[in-house]
T-cell receptor, first 112, second 112 residues
């Protein structure tokens, strides 16, 4: 079946601009996660959605970062007023309530 | 944020050799996971471990969940060129509904 998809695959933006990254989880998966992977680093948790519960935003690095999940499916991660240190690969994962997380291919964000 | 201590950081081995990498944590995890990431792709799950002391194999891969629940190792036997990539360990406090905590990865290079 279809896996987690993310778009765009690459995004180049200028410092100060806003960007939106999209994640389409596996159909039927109730949980959705966003992670960030900086060059040469492991994945860093950003935000987590589980069903209709309030999202766990504890990993968001600043108030410039936000995410929403519409209809319990597609999610959008928004970064406002991008900075060069925001450059990274942004990965989305989804899971059922008890299953392991399956990752999308990521969006590579470059802030010039 | 929290990260696991993963070692070695990189390995260069001859095709056919066995490989061992490990992960330690100051915190207890109830699930340990090992992922492999190829360039331009998201991490792909290799092995999931759910019980302290558990030893699990997946083909040429073997992983163990440490008895203290603070460590895990991954072994790859008889390495082949397609084993090249970055291997990540990840810990999860509660199965299925909490974010993963990742190590920084072990970059494996296989020399034919």
């Amino acid at each position: 079946g279809a896996g987690v998809s993310q778009s765009p695959s690459n995004k180049v933006t200028e410092k100060g601009k806003d960007v939106e990254l999209r994640c389409d989880p596996i159909s039927g998966h109730t949980a959705l996660y966003w992670y960030r992977q900086s060059l040469g680093q492991g994945l860093e948790f950003l935000i987590y959605f589980q069903g209709n519960s309030a999202p766990d935003k504890s990993g968001l690095p600043s108030d410039r970062f936000s995410a929403e999940r519409t209809g319990g499916s597609v999610s959008t991660l928004t970064i406002q007023r991008t900075q060069q240190e925001d450059s990274a690969v942004y990965l989305c994962a989804s899971s059922t309530y008890t299953d392991t997380q399956y990752f999308g291919p990521g969006t590579r964000l470059t802030v010039l | 944020g929290q990260q696991l201590n993963q070692s070695p950081q990189s390995m260069f081995i001859q095709e056919g050799e066995d490989v061992s990498m490990n992960c330690t944590s100051s915190s207890i995890f109830n699930t340990w996971l090992w992922y492999k990431q190829d360039p331009g792709e998201g991490p792909v799950l290799l092995i999931a471990l759910y019980k302290a002391g558990e030893l699990t194999s997946n083909g040429r891969l073997t992983a163990q969940f440490g008895i203290t629940r603070k460590d895990s190792f991954l072994n790859i036997s008889a390495s082949i060129p397609s084993d090249v990539g970055i291997y990540f360990c990840a810990g999860q406090a509660d199965s299925g509904n909490t974010p993963l905590v990742f190590g920084k990865g072990t970059r494996l290079s296989v020399i034919a």
